[in-house]
């Protein structure tokens, strides 16, 4: 799967087993519930998590400790999340984040009658 490693010579072999699929962009990607999502994200071959307002240039993991904020993504309808140290759950959805993200509109409910 993608670039997981599966054997590791010192760590011994990867015991987890709570696959979930996450939606990226549409797509649906197999992750580990519970690891960061860029984690699940590098291992589907998936680098660029968003792209800045000015230039549209791509970005990436950079410090994956939650400080430089080039991880950002739209998770579930909101943006800015730094997936470096969000973690992934069940039926996620999560978008390419274009300059500061944009938050999903709430669909409009019906006026009750009285
Ligand atoms: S990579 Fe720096 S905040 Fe996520």
Not at 21 to 39: F, Q, R
Not at 46 to 51: A, H, N, S, T
Not at 60 to 73: E, N, Y
């Amino acid at each position: 799967m993608g670039l997981r490693i599966k054997n590791h010579p010192i760590l011994g072999r990867d015991l987890r087993k709570d696959m979930v699929s996450i939606e990226v962009d549409g797509k649906v990607i197999p992750a580990y519930e519970g690891e960061p999502i860029a984690a699940a994200l590098t291992a589907s071959h998936i680098k660029v998590l968003r792209k800045t307002k000015k230039r549209k240039e791509p970005r990436g993991i950079f410090c994956a400790r939650g400080i430089c904020t080039d991880c950002v993504m739209t998770v579930n309808g909101t943006p800015n999340i730094r997936t470096c140290v969000t973690l992934v759950e069940k039926s996620m959805k999560i978008e390419t984040q274009e300059g500061l993200g944009k938050w999903r509109e709430k669909p409009k409910q019906a006026k009750k009658k009285i």
